[in-house]
């Protein structure tokens, strides 16, 4: 029997209202990531890419299918269940950052830990380790209204890594950077994804940043399909 993936995706469905106002975000979504692999998803705006991410990572539950990370079954867990496998397993990477703005690069990278309750001497040194791989030791001091966007975004990096987790979600994670700096975030995500083995969704419409993933996935009105000329766009780094 061959290994189950990463990440299952399976037939998930979701509805936003009822009657004739009724928004179908996603209509039967299913898909795959294996450990380690970056799976890009682009679509236009409004396409149902935030609502796939949030269903994977435990923040909305879908109306039909199932989410399945590392074996266990995110969409059959209790709410506290869910939470848990949220700290433990998954972290978000958002277009706004997403930093508290009162603390500095040190102190936004240390939340999880201290949510998850790691001791003091741990938390240091992750906490450091996570702001090295990034490129931020020096402005560990900083906060985020002293940093650049694309410095405040590594240091949303640095907290996902910090807490070690299986699974990255970036929602457009490039979209408040220019280009160039947009660049070098998606080329940082997927250095990392590929040092920590951490499967990483990475939603997108740049044609660059999706050349750097494994595998481009299309979503169209809440249905997924794979473009036929994404066949060329893996293991381009
Ligand atoms: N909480 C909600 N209530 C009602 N409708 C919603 C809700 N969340 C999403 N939708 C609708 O579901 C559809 C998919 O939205 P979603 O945010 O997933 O798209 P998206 O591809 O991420 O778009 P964008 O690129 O603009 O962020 C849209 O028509 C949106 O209006």
Redesign the pocket.
């Given at each position: 029997m061959s290994t189950p993936a990463y990440l299952e995706v399976s037939r998930v469905e979701r509805t936003?209202?009822s009657g004739p106002t009724a928004?179908h975000?996603l209509r039967g979504v299913s898909l795959t990531a294996g450990t380690g692999e970056v799976v890009a998803v682009r679509?236009?705006?409004?396409?149902?890419?935030?609502?796939?991410l949030n269903i994977i990572g435990g923040l909305d539950r879908p109306d039909a299918g199932t989410v399945r990370v590392d074996g266990v079954e995110v969409t059959a867990l209790s709410d506290d269940d869910v939470l848990a496998l949220r700290r433990t397993t998954v972290a978000y990477v958002f277009q706004s950052f997403g930093l508290v703005p009162i603390l500095n690069a040190h102190e936004n990278v240390e939340i999880p830990l201290r949510l998850r309750g790691v001791d003091p001497a741990e938390r240091e040194a992750r906490v450091t380790e996570a702001l090295d791989h990034v490129g931020l030791a020096k402005h560990a001091k900083q906060r985020p209204g002293q940093l650049s966007g694309g410095q405040q975004q590594r240091v949303a990096l640095a907290r996902a890594l910090a807490a070690r987790p299986g699974l990255l979600l970036a929602d457009?994670p490039t979209g408040q950077l220019d280009s160039e700096t947009g660049r070098e975030i998606m080329e940082l995500i997927v250095r990392l994804a590929k040092e920590g083995q951490m499967t990483t969704v990475v939603?997108t419409h740049d044609p660059v940043l999706l050349s750097l993933a494994d595998r481009v996935l299309e979503?169209a009105d809440?249905a997924i399909g794979e473009p036929a000329e994404s066949a060329t766009a893996g293991g381009a780094h």
């Open positions: 936003f209202g928004v975000a679509g236009r705006s409004g396409s149902g890419k935030t609502s796939l457009e939603t979503i809440g």
